[in-house]
């Protein structure tokens, strides 16, 4: 089915709730489809379990869409892994721990065009104020689709900064933060 008609098939509204942890499965399940469509994450996991459940986790959540999971967000505090936290308090003059990063964000296949992407994106930014963090992300260069939804929702590039994630593999990162 084209997204297209895919996107005609839905009879419900997408909604977004806190993820349990009887999520999980399903989340992975998603997860595993985009990455066979679009490589997100650029490395698979070798536990797509724990990988959705970072150390650094404050909250997670799932969109649903006709009573199916159909996408998920992470917000999570600071590490050093991080290279939009640094990015953003140099800009502003704060401490990396001012800030909350939005990861593990993705969208199933067959629910992309209902707004999914910037539903997740919005409940995250909000939990970030709510804790007086300011919400900034990490983004992989080449993916230009995700890119392309954070500057339509207003998040500001801070810089593109060159990564290697291991003794062959440079990765250029684009940062991005909240607009605020």
């Known amino acids: 089915m084209s997204n297209e008609n895919s996107r005609r098939a839905h009879t419900s509204t997408p909604s977004v709730r806190r993820r349990t942890d009887s999520d999980i499965d399903a989340c992975a399940r998603v997860l595993e489809g985009v990455h066979q469509e679009d490589r997100y994450p650029m490395n698979w996991p070798g536990n797509p379990g724990a990988w959705l459940t970072p150390p650094t986790l404050l909250a997670a959540w799932v969109a649903e869409l006709d009573g199916r999971v159909a996408g998920h967000v992470v917000l999570s505090a600071s ?3 991080d290279v939009a936290p640094g ?16 990861n593990r964000l993705f969208v199933a296949p067959w629910a992309r065009g209902h707004g999914i992407g910037g539903l997740l994106m919005a409940r995250a930014a909000a939990e970030a ?17 995700a890119a392309a939804l954070y500057e339509r ?7 593109t900064v060159e990564e290697w994630w291991g003794p062959e593999q440079r990765v250029d990162i684009r940062c991005y933060a909240a607009a605020g």
């Open 79 to 81: 590490d050093g892994g």
């Open 87 to 102: 990015l953003w308090s140099a800009h502003a003059g704060v401490g990396p721990e001012t800030t909350a990063v939005v």
């Open 129 to 145: 104020g709510e804790r007086g963090l300011h919400p900034v992300l990490d983004v992989v260069a080449s993916d230009a689709a």
């Open 153 to 159: 929702l207003g998040w500001r590039l801070l810089g």
